[in-house]
């Protein structure tokens, strides 16, 4: 089983900035992607950012140039650095690994189990 935990949420003023960390454990043999979700309340999660194993950077448009992604694939780690934050980036955010769990083997989603971002105005 392999889990997965966030960590960094909290309370920030517009303008603001925060940086989000997360941990993956258990039976990992392989990762391939690192991603950050993001859910408002009353909407659909949505992809934020994500970080291959190769280190390739993906970031939804209203991301760029202020998140900044990044991983340790041996140490099965990985973090979003959030600058200039806005009241509409209050969400709960989700780390997500894709994860192979042996040699050959299929890969799965792990998610953490979400934390709380608000940003005042």
């Known amino acids: 089983q392999v889990q997965v935990v966030e960590s960094g949420g909290g309370l920030v003023q517009a303008g603001g900035s925060l940086r989000l960390s997360c941990a993956a454990s258990?039976?990992?043999?392989?990762?391939?992607?690192m991603g950050w979700y993001r859910q408002a309340p009353g909407a659909q999660r949505e992809l934020a950012a994500s970080i291959t194993g190769g280190g390739i950077t993906n970031y939804e448009d209203y991301m760029k140039g202020r998140f900044t992604s990044s991983g340790d694939i041996p140490k099965n780690t990985a973090s979003l650095q959030m600058n200039s934050l806005k009241p509409e980036d209050t969400a709960v955010y989700y780390c997500?690994?894709?994860?192979?769990?042996?040699?050959?083997?299929?890969?799965?989603?792990?998610w953490g189990h979400g934390t709380q971002i608000t940003v005042s105005s």
């Open positions: 997500n690994f894709r994860v192979s769990q042996a040699n050959g083997g299929r890969f799965h989603d792990y």
């Open positions: 258990g039976s990992i043999f392989a990762i391939t992607v």
